[in-house]
């Protein structure tokens, strides 16, 4: 009994923490949309951008994003496909969203838990 009791609490809890994580709905998040766009959907569902604080030891393509109004670029790589990352937080939640081209075409997205 005391089994069968620890394996309905565990099954339970993966239950519980997969339908946490199915709350945050990120089905827009398409390869090849915008960033603003994306930005923008992000922003109205309670994503919040973080500020970059150390966007003095990022690279200079990330200085001219961020000077643009773009604070949350978290780095970006200046060379063939001009890649970016970009960090919002929402509640216990950090997103990461990498972007290609100058045009910050959405490539991939990364979401996990704080730390």
């Given at each position: 009994?005391?089994?069968?009791?620890?394996?309905?609490?565990?099954?339970?809890?993966?239950?519980?923490?997969?339908?946490?994580c199915a709350e945050t709905d990120l089905s827009f998040m398409?390869?090849?949309?915008?960033?603003y766009d994306a930005r923008k959907v992000l922003v109205d569902?309670?994503?919040?951008?973080?500020?970059?604080?150390?966007?003095?030891?990022?690279?200079?393509?990330?200085?001219?994003?961020?000077?643009?109004?773009?604070?949350?670029?978290?780095?970006?790589?200046?060379?063939?496909?001009?890649?970016?990352?970009?960090?919002?937080?929402?509640?216990?939640?950090?997103?990461?969203?990498?972007?290609?081209?100058?045009?910050?075409?959405?490539?991939?997205?990364?979401?996990?838990?704080?730390?």
């Amino acid at each position: 009994m005391l089994i069968l009791t620890k394996v309905f609490l565990f099954n339970f809890l993966i239950l519980t923490a997969v339908n946490a994580c199915a709350e945050t709905d990120l089905s827009f998040m398409k390869k090849g949309t915008s960033y603003y766009d994306a930005r923008k959907v992000l922003v109205d569902k309670g994503w919040k951008p973080v500020k970059n604080m150390n966007m003095n030891n990022s690279s200079l393509y990330a200085q001219e994003i961020y000077l643009q109004g773009l604070e949350e670029v978290v780095d970006c790589i200046s060379m063939e496909l001009d890649a970016c990352t970009f960090r919002f937080t929402q509640k216990n939640q950090v997103l990461d969203v990498k972007t290609i081209t100058r045009q910050l075409n959405l490539e991939s997205f990364r979401n996990y838990k704080k730390r």
